[in-house]
């Protein structure tokens, strides 16, 4: 059989419903429905459906909380702490907005703290979100080890991504969200699903060599982008979105998880900041849109972020073609 070919609406009711049905409450199963159908709709399979059966595996094994209730609270002037209660990180992400926009615009210059939650999605969509209110974001969270520091072949960090988001007038706002892995695990997954090489330097096998094969790699061990660069990035990762805020890192979430498939319990730290706020209000807007048209000028170039509005304006009209066999998989977790 061919590919399973669904709306964006259906992909995000197909993964409601088979939340719903292994111990998600509506409220938690809206939440992390709407984070796979945007995955889906800017072109990221690999934090899609995909993702659903580990959801799923972590709901069924009693890591996760199906009925989370995110607490929010000030633990200083310009910090939130953003409690998870055991639960998926898309409620808390939710949740947390509103009081950092108004936190941000109050004090220029605005952090969150997630603790107590399990991520197991992409980062631009929370950045973004806050970059669609005018501010500037960055945000880093670290998850359990898959990727070996410089010249080891062992995990020790998680593939720690940064994701940094540059509001923009009357266009969308330029967000990168990159692995400090030499590429997201997701991907590499697909890879492996389809019968995909992956470049040089992705990862090592379990026997240490380098290789190709994507299968093997998720059986070994992923390396970071650029050696030492990308290992000192995952290492600020790691200190920013575990020891900064209380939470594990990566080697401990690895050790502490009960590796059922699912997302590791983690933290994230969120900045944003107001622009307003640092000398330039009136000027600042035009500044960065005169650099980015000099950097779109150069042939061959366009901004990160570009080819993601380019799939979500595109998606809706088109749908998505989900593989038959991950698509069976899902249709008999449906039924708890």
């Given at each position: 059989m061919g590919p399973v070919h669904l709306t964006l609406d259906e992909v995000r009711d197909l993964a409601r419903r088979c939340l719903e049905a292994n111990g998600c409450d509506s409220t938690n199963a809206r939440a992390?429905?709407?984070?796979i159908k945007r995955a889906e709709a800017d072109g990221s399979?690999?934090?899609?459906?995909?993702?659903?059966?580990g959801y799923v595996a972590s709901l069924r094994s009693?890591?996760?909380r199906g009925d989370a209730r995110p607490r929010v609270s000030q633990s200083a002037p310009s910090v939130l702490r953003v409690d998870g209660h055991g639960g998926f990180a898309p409620l808390a992400l939710k949740r947390m907005h509103d009081d950092l926009v108004a936190l941000t615009r109050s004090q220029g210059i605005a952090a969150a703290a997630l603790v107590d939650t399990y991520h197991f999605a992409a980062l631009w969509i929370e950045v973004e979100a806050l970059?669609?209110?005018?501010?500037?974001?960055i945000a880093v969270t670290a998850s359990k080890p898959a990727v070996a520091p410089t010249g080891a072949t062992r995990a020790f960090y998680g593939t720690n991504p940064i994701a940094f988001g540059w509001p923009r007038p009357g266009e969308d706002p330029m967000v990168f969200d990159l692995a400090t892995a030499?590429?997201?695990?997701?991907?590499?997954?697909?890879?492996a699903r389809d019968g995909h090489?992956?470049?040089?330097g992705v990862g090592l096998g379990a026997d240490g060599r380098p290789t190709t094969n994507p299968a093997r790699i998720l059986d070994g061990v992923q390396l970071p982008f650029g050696g030492y660069k990308g290992a000192a990035l995952a290492l600020m990762v790691e200190l920013l979105a575990g020891g900064l805020i209380?939470?594990?890192?990566?080697?401990e979430a690895g050790t502490n998880d009960n590796k059922d498939g699912g997302p590791a319990r983690g933290g994230e730290l969120i900045i944003a900041l107001d622009p307003a706020a640092f000398g330039d209000a009136e000027g600042w807007q035009g500044h960065a849109e005169r650099f980015f048209g000099e950097l779109e000028s150069f042939e061959g170039t366009r901004l990160p972020g570009d080819r993601r509005y380019e799939n979500r304006a595109r998606t809706p009209e088109e749908g998505i073609d989900v593989p038959?066999?991950?698509?069976?998989?899902?249709?008999?977790?449906c039924d708890g």
């Open positions: 992390v429905a709407a984070t399979a690999g934090h899609g459906l995909l993702r659903l059966p009693g890591k996760v970059a669609r209110e005018g501010l500037l974001a030499a590429m997201a695990r997701g991907e590499i997954m697909i890879a090489e992956v470049p040089e209380g939470e594990a890192f990566s080697y038959e066999t991950l698509h069976r998989q899902i249709m008999s977790l």
